[in-house]
């Protein structure tokens, strides 16, 4: 028997959906998006009212350290809201750990923002190995300073000073972060 055409129609929609919002929390909330920070767009993603101007961020990471984003004066810091089941999440993360290994003026932190315990989250990140640092976050309790996600990932770009220079919703790139950088009076990506 062959499914009415009406049937199979509705059916594709349904999946496209689910698929575009693989990372979305479910919400009615209709605040546009920026777009995804590629290098190769415009400027997008400014900060947005909610976030404080100057944020604090202190938080204990799966390694036993302290992340202290007062610490981080006088670098670019990208802080990355992400999550283990988030694809886009996990396709940004070599690009953002071979930033913070190769550029001595960025810094990343990794915010994993989901319910997961340390024991898993090392377990994961020893399959999927970064070499910035990963706090896990209480979704219940976000950092105040910062926005709580409305999809993931979710990155903020802190300039030296420690002012909010860029947010955004969606996958970013390494390109995309130093162009930004460069735009706004920091080095420029080499070869660029």
């Keep these: 028997m062959k499914p009415h055409p009406l049937l199979s129609a509705g059916l ?3 999946v496209l959906a689910a698929a ?3 990372c979305r929390p479910a919400t009615d909330d209709s605040t546009p998006e920026a777009p995804a920070a590629t290098g190769r767009e415009g400027p997008a993603g400014d900060a947005v009212a909610g976030s404080a101007a100057f944020p604090a961020l202190r938080v204990d990471t799966v390694d036993g350290g302290v992340f202290d984003l007062a610490e981080h004066r006088g670098q670019w810091v990208v802080v990355n809201f992400w999550a283990t089941w988030c694809a886009p999440c996990l396709k940004e ?3 953002l750990s071979a930033l913070d290994a ?3 003026h960025i810094d990343v932190v990794g915010l994993a923002y989901e319910e997961i315990d340390v024991a898993d989250m090392r377990a994961f990140l ?3 190995p970064v070499v910035y640092p990963i706090a896990i976050i209480d979704t219940y309790d976000p950092p ?3 926005d709580t996600p409305k999809g993931l990932p979710m990155t903020y770009l802190i300039a030296p000073d420690g002012s909010v220079a860029r947010k955004f919703l969606g996958p970013v790139t390494a390109e995309g972060i130093e162009a930004m950088i460069a735009e706004a009076g920091g080095p420029a990506a080499a070869g660029a």
């Design 12 to 14: 594709a929609a349904c």
């Design 20 to 22: 575009l919002s693989a």
């Design 93 to 95: 993360m070599p690009e």
């Design 102 to 104: 190769m550029r001595d």
């Design 126 to 128: 020893d399959r999927r």
């Design 144 to 146: 105040a300073d910062f």
